[in-house]
């Protein structure tokens, strides 16, 4: 596991709203000053960088053909909705997403998609039960501890097929290694700054390692168009 470190975001520099913490993940203020500014640069899903959009697109393709014998489906932690908005527009399907921090200023509730705020499981447990799920660029944001306790609640909750989108593992080799280790030493003598601490990044063996640990049995993996990991996690029930 490799700890991940970000100075900006969508072309937002987090030194043009917080001073840079490498020790502490960013919490939910630091994110609610981030989107401030985000719904001031960008006013629709269009307006989002073309790499973004490409990749984001992927995915959304990936989960309609992943859900093909599903209509309905629950999104976990859908962020500003990119990947729901391109589902609905682009298949049947009916959608439940789900997000804690406040960001539904371009998914709005519609006939086929519904929105919560909150937290899985909490926030819908009065909601009808889902046989598919999934999360997208999730995993980063837990530790070891949180992502056991995450995924238990996924698996507790009893998915027929769940998958993770969008896991991104770290870069690996001589060369990676070497800048990583050069970057810390210039860190410690303070002449170098990583800075915001993001996140963790796991290679699928790690990700398989803590998913067989939380229980889940029968798990497969790919990988999207640009690159980067889906896990598929099914019920060995099934
Ligand atoms: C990096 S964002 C990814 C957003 C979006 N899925 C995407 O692919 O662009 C991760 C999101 O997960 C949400 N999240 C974290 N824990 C969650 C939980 N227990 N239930 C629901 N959402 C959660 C965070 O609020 C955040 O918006």
């Given at each position: 596991m490799?700890?991940?470190?970000?100075?900006?975001?969508?072309g937002?520099?987090?030194?043009e709203f917080?001073?840079?913490?490498?020790?502490?993940?960013?919490?939910d203020?630091?994110y609610?000053?981030?989107?401030?500014l985000?719904?001031?640069?960008?006013?629709?899903y269009?307006d989002?960088p073309k790499?973004?959009?490409e990749?984001?697109t992927?995915?959304?393709?990936?989960?309609?053909n992943f859900?093909?014998?599903?209509?309905?489906?629950?999104?976990?932690?859908?962020?500003?909705?990119f990947?729901?908005?391109?589902i609905?527009?682009n298949?049947d399907?009916n959608i439940?997403?789900?997000?804690p921090?406040?960001n539904?200023?371009?998914?709005?509730?519609?006939?086929t998609?519904?929105?919560?705020?909150g937290?899985?499981?909490?926030?819908?447990k009065?909601?009808?039960?889902?046989e598919?799920g999934y999360?997208s660029?999730i995993?980063?944001?837990?530790?070891?501890e949180?992502?056991?306790?995450?995924?238990?609640?996924?698996?507790?909750?009893?998915?027929?097929?769940?998958?993770l989108?969008?896991?991104?593992?770290?870069?690996?080799?001589?060369?990676?290694?070497?800048?990583?280790?050069?970057?810390?030493?210039?860190?410690?003598f303070?002449?170098?700054?990583?800075?915001?601490f993001w996140?963790?990044l796991?290679?699928?063996d790690?990700?398989?390692?803590?998913?067989?640990?939380?229980?889940?049995k029968?798990?497969?993996y790919?990988?999207?168009?640009?690159?980067?990991?889906?896990?598929?996690?099914?019920?060995?029930?099934n």
């Open positions: 490799k700890k991940l470190y970000q100075k900006g975001w969508f937002i520099k987090f030194s917080a001073k840079l913490d490498s020790e502490n993940i960013a919490d203020k630091f609610e000053k981030f989107y401030e985000f719904y001031k640069k960008f006013d629709s269009n989002l790499d973004y959009i990749c984001k992927n995915i959304a393709k990936d989960i309609i859900s093909k014998d599903y209509k309905d489906i629950l999104s976990i932690g859908c962020g500003n909705g990947i729901e908005n391109f609905i527009k298949s399907k439940l997403a789900i997000e921090s406040n539904f200023k371009w998914l709005t509730n519609a006939e998609c519904k929105t919560i705020i937290f899985f499981p909490e926030c819908i009065d909601e009808r039960k889902y598919f999360c660029t995993d980063y944001v837990f530790n070891n949180e992502y056991i306790n995450f995924f238990k609640s996924v698996y507790d909750y009893g998915f027929k097929d769940f998958y989108a969008e896991v991104i593992v770290p870069s690996e080799g001589f060369v990676a290694s070497t800048k990583e280790i050069i970057k810390d030493v210039l860190s410690l303070g002449l170098y700054n990583k800075g915001q996140g963790y796991r290679n699928i790690e990700h398989i390692a803590l998913l067989k640990k939380v229980g889940f029968k798990i497969t790919g990988t999207h168009k640009h690159g980067s990991y889906w896990i598929r996690l099914e019920n060995e029930k």
